[in-house]
């Protein structure tokens, strides 16, 4: 059985464009959240979905989005991308929104904006 | 202050070391999670805890929930246990992951 899988794994854009991320869960599971982690520092969060749902969102700009479609996968996206916006982007499905629900992680999206 | 403090930030031992992370939080929890993340990125989950010990190999997990502490713990450390690990606590009001900032962790041979 396949892991959570994020795509691409590396990504360039350059300041003002728009991108796309995109995190397949495990197999059953239906909640994924997203993390931004720059470098030297721990994740931060940006979004958690569950059953298609938003269930919380970090303190993040209007320029972050996300969605999550009926097979669970996700997509995060930005817009106007700026420089302090290059990260590793990780996303984590879990089986439910429950507290005690152990979360598993992508390789995560290396975006670096020039 | 941060919600999640670890220590040390930086780690540097000989093969053959016992290891002690420590992590202390100032929220209530749901659970606390231990992480791994090799260079490039990937995390891998190393244990959820929400009360008591665990242990997985060469590793031991423990929380002290009325301390609002936990201590992660490797025995007869290896070259490749070279890595960050993280500690991340469930907020239990709002049921997000609230991390550490890591430690980075290295083994010499």
């Known amino acids: 059985d396949a892991g959570v899988t994020q795509s691409p794994t590396h990504l360039i854009k350059t300041r003002g464009q728009h991108v796309t991320l995109r995190c397949s869960p495990i197999s059953g599971h239906k909640s994924v959240s997203w993390y931004q982690q720059v470098l030297g520092q721990g994740p931060q969060f940006i979004f958690q979905y569950y059953e298609k749902e938003e269930r919380g969102r970090g303190n993040f700009p209007d320029r972050f989005s996300a969605r999550q479609f009926p097979n669970y996968s996700s997509e995060l996206n930005v817009n106007a991308l700026l420089l302090g916006d290059s990260a590793l982007y990780l996303c984590a499905s879990s089986s439910h929104g429950q507290p005690y629900t152990e979360a598993f992680f992508g390789q995560g999206t290396r975006l670096t904006v020039v | 202050k941060n919600e999640v403090e670890q220590s040390p930030q930086n780690l540097t031992a000989q093969e053959g070391e016992f290891i002690t992370i420590n992590c202390s939080y100032s929220v209530g929890i749901s659970a606390l999670h231990w992480l791994q993340q090799h260079p490039g990125g990937g995390i891998v989950s190393l244990f959820m805890?929400?009360?008591?010990?665990k242990k997985h190999g060469r590793l031991i997990a423990t929380i002290n929930i009325q301390e609002k502490h936990s201590s992660l713990h490797i025995t007869a450390s290896h070259p490749r246990d070279s890595a960050v690990y993280i500690c991340?606590?469930?907020?239990?009001?709002?049921?997000?992951?609230?991390w550490g900032a890591g430690t980075k962790l290295i083994i010499k041979p």
């Open positions: 991340a606590v469930r907020s239990d009001s709002n049921y997000q992951l609230i």
């Open positions: 805890l929400s009360s008591g010990k």
